[in-house]
C-alpha cells in the first residue's frame, strides 16, 4: 500500500513504525469492499457489515457478477434493516451465474419445479392405490 493513510504519520523510523501500525490497524477494520479497492471504509460505508473482510469471497463473487458499484446501489436502495438479506440473495444469485451463465438462478427454479411436479404425480398415485387399492395405469 503506497497511499498515506489519514492517520499516517512520516518522519522518523519510530513514526514510520508507528504509521505502518496504524495502517494495519485501519486495514483489519475496513470492509472487503474497501480492501479489495483500497478505499476509505467509515460508518457509511454500505459494505461495511454486509461484507467484512470475512466475506471477501462472497464481496469477489458479487463484484465479479454485477460489479461493486451495481452492489452499492441496490443495497442503498434497500431499507438497512434488509440488506444482509439482499446481499445474501446477491451472492446465491451471484453463484447460479457463475455454474449456469444462461439460466442462472432460473436454472434452478426451473429443476425445483420439476421436481416439485414429479412428487406431485408421485403423491397422486400413491393416494389413487391407498384409495383404490390398486395403481391407476393412466396416471
Ligand atoms: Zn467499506
Known amino acids: 500500500m503506497n497511499r498515506?493513510?489519514?492517520?499516517?504519520?512520516?518522519?522518523?523510523?519510530?513514526?514510520?513504525v508507528r504509521a505502518e501500525?496504524?495502517?494495519e490497524t485501519f486495514a483489519l477494520g475496513r470492509c472487503a469492499r474497501c480492501k479489495y479497492f483500497d478505499k476509505m471504509c467509515d460508518e457509511f460505508c454500505v459494505?461495511?457489515?454486509i461484507f467484512p473482510e470475512a466475506k471477501r469471497q462472497s464481496?469477489?463473487?458479487?463484484?465479479?457478477?454485477?460489479?461493486?458499484?451495481?452492489v452499492e446501489n441496490i443495497l442503498h436502495d434497500v431499507e438497512p434493516r434488509?440488506?444482509?438479506?439482499?446481499?445474501?440473495?446477491?451472492?446465491?444469485?451471484?453463484?447460479?451465474?457463475?455454474?449456469?451463465?444462461?439460466?442462472?438462478?432460473?436454472?434452478i427454479i426451473e429443476e425445483l419445479n420439476r421436481q416439485i411436479d414429479t412428487l406431485k404425480?408421485?403423491?397422486?398415485?400413491?393416494?389413487?392405490?391407498l384409495l383404490f387399492g390398486k395403481p391407476n395405469a393412466a396416471l
Open 59 to 70: 464481496f469477489l463473487l458479487v463484484n465479479d457478477v454485477y460489479g461493486e458499484e451495481q
Open 82 to 107: 434488509l440488506r444482509e438479506t439482499a446481499a445474501a440473495t446477491l451472492v446465491l444469485e451471484a453463484e447460479a451465474r457463475k455454474k449456469d451463465p444462461v439460466h442462472g438462478i432460473t436454472g
Open 21 to 23: 501500525k496504524n495502517i
Open 47 to 49: 459494505f461495511a457489515q
Open 121 to 129: 404425480k408421485d403423491l397422486t398415485k400413491a393416494q389413487y392405490t
Open 4 to 16: 498515506l493513510e489519514p492517520n499516517q504519520v512520516m518522519g522518523s523510523n519510530h513514526d514510520d
